[in-house]
């Protein structure tokens, strides 16, 4: 932890420590310029706003403007080290075993797996296709996961996106170029994402896009991910609506919605509270049911009332709420190959994932994600042992891939256990009390058929009924660890 507010600057193999009393306070695109402008013009600068500063629990981390590593509150970290940004110019190269091999399928498969009519979506729309999707299936959260369809969603979906859409922007060398650039009024930059929609639009009740579009502005540049931010506001709404206190919030009200990001970053009037985050905000006034939170992280878009898999991907996630671990809602409501109300056969599909359909597992995920690989690139283990063999001159099977996947999911489950990270469960509501009304009306898991099928899914995984792995399968995938 520095004594004072730092910068870290990398050029090459020099790493200098700055004094960053200066840059202290900046918001995101604020920090990235100045580093630009006082370091190095063609430097990447990862950093955190103001929310970072004043260790907010779910600050995230901040890099080209308008791309956050959004979820488990590594800016609070960053924060509490009083580290504002690191800032790196590299100028070396990286060796690759076979470059040309290498650089050969990376080609084929832009043109076979990547940039194909299954992903144009990715392009044309962006993940704001998927705002009516949800609301049709009955599963984006509304007014605090009161309901699964928004009534105003004819404002916030993807054809309200398209008509302010100025262009799209792409990562390096990516050739799908999914990044959806929009302007209304004056405000102008990329996203919201459809987790942003949901959490900050559906779930505090706003349908209008211009207000959506400046709260997610002001969330990206205080440095916030937008999931909790969007959940911790609905849920203020509703504790207010619900005259259990009131944060002059309510569902729908652009004013008080818009003040809100500002407050939270900055600790103030009502952010004092709602910067406790969903578990402790509804803790603090009595009504811990109405947080709708995982081991402490609250949940992204989509209700598992509407896609019972779900249920199982958020209990058993490292991270707790989460939907990058396993998206069972894939087969559940985007391709319907699996009932949506049903746990049969969830446990499975959360583990492994329909790869040839581009839905992944846990086991996937963790490789998939390890080797920082677009989520969107539909690849599966058979390219990347593919990649690995040239990368590393050496055999490479498809077979290791998945084992490498499942012994990082174990290695997760470890951690936890050695950090006593709570148990895997659900927030009451969603796996007792089913919507009154809206497509996914009258359908609830419940307990009995969720520690069934969460029971399954330690089997499935060869771990005890407590979720521990057991020695066989720590053996199997060479791990020598003990708790
Ligand atoms: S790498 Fe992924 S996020 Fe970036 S433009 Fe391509 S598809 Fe979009």
């Known amino acids: 932890e520095a004594s004072e507010p730092t910068v870290v600057c990398i050029k090459d193999d020099v790493v200098e420590f700055r004094p960053a009393q200066q840059y202290w306070g900046m918001h995101t695109s604020q920090i990235e310029a100045a580093l630009r402008e006082d370091f190095d013009p063609d430097c990447k600068v990862i950093s955190i706003g103001p929310a970072g500063e004043h260790e907010l629990p779910w600050a995230c981390l901040s890099t080209d403007q308008y791309h956050k590593a959004g979820r488990g509150g590594h800016g609070c970290l960053m924060g509490h080290k009083k580290l504002k940004a690191i800032a790196v110019r590299g100028t070396g190269r990286v060796e690759v075993g076979d470059a040309r091999a290498f650089l050969a399928d990376m080609r084929r498969m832009h043109s076979e797996y990547i940039l194909?009519?299954?992903?144009?979506?990715?392009?044309?729309?962006?993940?704001?296709?998927?705002?009516?999707?949800?609301?049709?299936?009955?599963?984006?959260?509304?007014?605090?996961?009161?309901?699964?369809?928004?009534?105003?969603?004819?404002?916030?979906?993807?054809?309200?996106?398209?008509?302010?859409?100025?262009?799209?922007?792409?990562?390096?060398?990516?050739?799908?170029?999914?990044?959806?650039?929009?302007?209304?009024?004056?405000?102008?930059?990329?996203?919201?994402?459809?987790?942003?929609?949901?959490?900050?639009?559906?779930?505090?009740?706003?349908?209008?896009?211009?207000?959506?579009?400046?709260?997610?502005?002001?969330?990206?540049?205080?440095?916030?991910?937008?999931?909790?931010?969007?959940?911790?506001?609905?849920?203020?709404?509703?504790?207010?609506?619900?005259?259990?206190?009131?944060?002059?919030?309510?569902?729908?009200?652009?004013?008080?919605?818009?003040?809100?990001?500002?407050?939270?970053?900055?600790?103030?009037?009502?952010?004092?509270?709602?910067?406790?985050?969903?578990?402790?905000?509804?803790?603090?006034?009595?009504?811990?049911?109405?947080?709708?939170?995982?081991?402490?992280?609250?949940?992204?878009?989509?209700?598992?009332?509407?896609?019972?898999?779900?249920?199982?991907?958020?209990?058993?996630?490292?991270?707790?709420?989460?939907?990058?671990?396993?998206?069972?809602?894939?087969?559940?409501?985007?391709?319907?190959?699996?009932?949506?109300?049903?746990?049969?056969?969830?446990?499975?599909?959360?583990?492994?994932?329909?790869?040839?359909?581009?839905?992944?597992?846990?086991?996937?995920?963790?490789i998939k994600f390890s080797l920082i690989l677009c989520d969107f690139w539909a690849v599966t283990p058979e390219q990347i042992a593919q990649l690995l063999r040239h990368a590393w001159k050496r055999e490479f099977s498809e077979d290791e891939v998945r084992q490498i996947g499942e012994r990082i999911w174990n290695l997760g489950r470890l951690f936890n256990l050695r950090e006593g990270v709570e148990p895997d469960t659900l927030p009451r509501k969603l796996v007792e009390e089913p919507f009154k009304e809206g497509p996914s009306a009258g359908k609830v898991i419940g307990w009995d058929e969720f520690q069934r099928y969460q029971q399954e899914y330690y089997k499935l995984r060869g771990w005890d009924e407590k979720g521990v792995p057991s020695e066989a399968k720590l053996a199997e995938l060479g791990v020598d660890v003990r708790l």
């Not at 809100?260 to 009037?269: N, V």
């Open 116 to 366: 194909t009519d299954d992903n144009l979506w990715a392009n044309e729309e962006g993940t704001p296709i998927l705002v009516q999707l949800m609301s049709d299936a009955g599963v984006i959260p509304t007014r605090n996961w009161s309901q699964g369809s928004f009534d105003g969603v004819q404002g916030i979906n993807s054809e309200a996106f398209q008509k302010v859409r100025v262009r799209n922007r792409a990562c390096y060398q990516c050739a799908i170029g999914c990044r959806q650039f929009h302007e209304v009024g004056d405000v102008r930059g990329e996203g919201p994402e459809y987790e942003t929609i949901a959490l900050c639009g559906a779930n505090c009740g706003v349908g209008d896009i211009g207000a959506l579009m400046k709260f997610n502005q002001l969330c990206d540049e205080l440095g916030m991910d937008t999931i909790s931010s969007g959940s911790v506001v609905g849920l203020a709404m509703d504790l207010t609506e619900k005259g259990i206190h009131d944060f002059g919030l309510h569902f729908g009200d652009i004013e008080g919605y818009l003040k809100a990001p500002e407050l939270i970053a900055s600790r103030t009037g009502i952010g004092a509270d709602l910067a406790l985050g969903a578990r402790g905000l509804a803790a603090k006034y009595g009504h811990p049911e109405l947080a709708m939170e995982v081991k402490n992280l609250e949940l992204p878009g989509y209700d598992p009332r509407g896609a019972f898999g779900m249920s199982l991907a958020y209990s058993t996630s490292d991270r707790g709420g989460c939907h990058m671990r396993t998206y069972p809602i894939g087969d559940e409501v985007l391709s319907g190959n699996m009932p949506a109300d049903s746990m049969e056969k969830k446990p499975w599909m959360v583990i492994f994932g329909d790869v040839a359909n581009g839905f992944i597992g846990q086991n996937f995920s963790s």
